[in-house]
RNA sequence: GCCCCCUUCGUCUAAUGGUUAGGACGUCACCCUUUCACGGUAACAAUAUGGGUUCGAAUCCCAUAGGGGGUACCA
């Protein structure tokens, strides 16, 4: 009857989904939290449903308005944007007692008058016999009036729940059908000594109250959803449907950490990353399009998007792989996309020049860019006046013969600065000099920009114009000699 | 220790018991090219191990190994 009744409202809720994405500010939003709020957006979206955010600030102690501020403006610039205010786990404490004496109230939780130190104590001999420790159920069920008289002689206590007998099901949207006997369960903690709720309650009454039909969040807590479940069901909650995500790793194959190269969103952001290209990367971890595509517009991720093609596994995070990502989304971006980006990141190396100028430089530079960044670093170099290292200036010059370029100087001054007078004068000084095209061309790049990669040579020299290149050269020429 | 979960190229992943185990990133080679990148073509590369079941197993079952999580008055 139970189970049917639970089918029954979760079929009426599956048309309007609520899920949460339930962050602690203790600490910026990383990789794996924004993967976790990414697929919970996807699965909103997808189902038009509500996507939630809760802030878990319980722990007064490591908790920060600042992270707070920081999660919420990683999440804005991602685009996944949540419904509502967002709403802070502290303001529902009053609600957390409230149901807590309920449960007390109803006889399924109890007052459990055991110390740490005597439990640590217990735990420590059932170590020694090798016996698995439970915790004894000796408080479970005595009378009020000796529960009476502890509270008199002032003795602290914890609030447990009354585990029943008999096996916790659920069925994981993503690793499937989950059994865990209730025997394994100890009668847990949901109130300290201090008469401060803990994380499994809190998010249990939290979820409820915020109607959440999908818990969508990392399998870390796979094993905690049994309690949670045994808390809704002493509730008579309806139970929302979870969803648990594999974990996302370093390279090195460990939890993602502080240690690993970059796991903070902001720093994505900073190098230059446009947010289309980590959600394209990010959805792709762990989760397969059922498609041979893999560049993926953030709509036809969300139309695409389905919890049962999940991976059970988890997923190493591949720098190359979101770089090679995010290098087709640049290609793909128009120069609009493209110069608001930049303007965002870093413009005052084009603040001097015309709009024309820099949309042209933009451009030209998208084609061999990965991301905003690689944009920006050799617009700076070509916008700038040239510097030169020795060693490539050795490898180019190898004589230090600057005749090339004091040919090329003279001969540009020619009325018209077009392209096919400039190729003219390069092969003509290939072929008068007696070197090849390459070498003609490799020196004059390496003259103008200082550099030795870039985009095509001529292109460059008519985007900076006549008289920038020619003093650019006579400069060189002058530095040298 | 006990409980739950996981395991296909280096990485992300395909393959309703029958495929030369496929694709993508990366790597490497070649082509294109003034350079770098893009693009194109190929190559290298995987079913953790051992047993079953079956005509046939990456796929089902059982062990083993390895990894993750829980077993907290952490979240």
């Given at each position: 009857m139970k189970a049917l009744q639970r089918f029954e409202s979760s079929r009426l809720r599956m048309n309007y989904p609520i899920v949460r994405f339930a962050p602690s500010p203790t600490g910026y939003l990383h990789i794996g939290g924004a993967r976790t709020a990414l697929f919970n957006w996807l699965f909103a979206k997808k189902h038009q449903g509500k996507f939630l955010l809760r802030i878990e600030d319980t722990d007064l102690e490591r908790s920060e308005r600042l992270y707070i501020d920081q999660i919420i403006s990683a999440l804005d610039w991602l685009g996944l944007n949540h419904d509502g205010n967002y709403i802070l786990q502290s303001n529902n404490l009053s609600n957390h007692h409230a149901v807590l004496n309920q449960l007390l109230n109803q006889g399924k939780a109890y007052r459990c008058f055991y110390t740490k130190e005597e439990l640590d104590q217990l735990r420590l001999e059932s170590e020694k016999a090798k016996k698995p420790f439970r915790v004894p159920t000796t408080y479970r069920d005595i009378s009020q009036e000796e529960v009476n008289k502890h509270l008199q002689d002032q003795k602290e206590f914890t609030i447990r729940l009354k585990v029943p007998e008999g096996k916790t099901c659920f069925e994981d949207l993503v690793y499937g059908n989950i059994t865990v006997q209730n025997r394994e369960i100890d009668d847990f903690i949901l109130a300290r000594s201090d008469g401060s709720p803990t994380y499994n309650f809190v998010v249990t009454i939290d979820d409820a109250d915020?109607?959440?039909?999908?818990?969508?969040?990392?399998?870390?807590?796979?094993?905690?959803?049994?309690?949670?479940?045994?808390?809704?069901?002493?509730?008579?909650?309806?139970?929302?449907?979870?969803?648990?995500?594999?974990?996302?790793?370093?390279?090195?194959?460990?939890?993602?950490?502080?240690?690993?190269?970059?796991?903070?969103?902001?720093?994505?952001?900073?190098?230059?990353?446009?947010?289309?290209?980590?959600i394209n990367y990010l959805s792709l971890l762990g989760w397969n399009p059922d498609s041979d595509d893999e560049i993926f517009s953030i709509n036809e991720i969300i139309e695409k998007f389905e919890l049962n093609q999940v991976q059970k596994k988890p997923a190493i995070f591949d720098e190359k792989k979101l770089n090679w990502i995010s290098g087709q989304h640049l290609q793909k971006s128009s120069l609009r996309e493209l110069t608001s980006a930049i303007k965002d990141l870093d413009f005052t190396w084009a603040e001097n020049h015309s709009e024309g100028f820099i949309k042209d430089l933009v451009l030209l530079l998208q084609e061999r860019s990965k991301n905003i960044q690689d944009i920006i670093e050799l617009g700076k170099i070509i916008v700038s006046n040239p510097s030169y290292s020795k060693e490539d200036l050795h490898k180019i010059f190898i004589d230090n013969n600057f005749e090339i370029i004091e040919n090329f100087t003279t001969g540009l001054s020619f009325d018209e600065f077009t392209a096919s007078n400039i190729e003219e004068l390069i092969n003509n000084i290939s072929i008068q000099n007696e070197v090849s095209l390459g070498v003609v061309m490799k020196q004059i790049r390496f003259a103008i920009t200082g550099i030795t990669y870039g985009p095509s040579l001529v292109e460059i020299l008519l985007l900076l114009g006549q008289d920038s290149v020619i003093s650019r050269l006579k400069n060189f020429v002058k530095q040298l000699t």
């Open positions: 915020m109607k959440i039909t999908h818990v969508i969040r990392g399998d870390d807590h796979l094993a905690n959803t049994p309690k949670q479940i045994l808390i809704y069901e002493a509730l008579d909650l309806p139970i929302p449907t979870f969803a648990h995500l594999p974990m996302i790793l370093g390279s090195d194959g460990k939890r993602l950490s502080k240690r690993h190269a970059a796991t903070n969103v902001q720093e994505y952001k900073e190098k230059g990353y446009q947010p289309k290209s980590i």
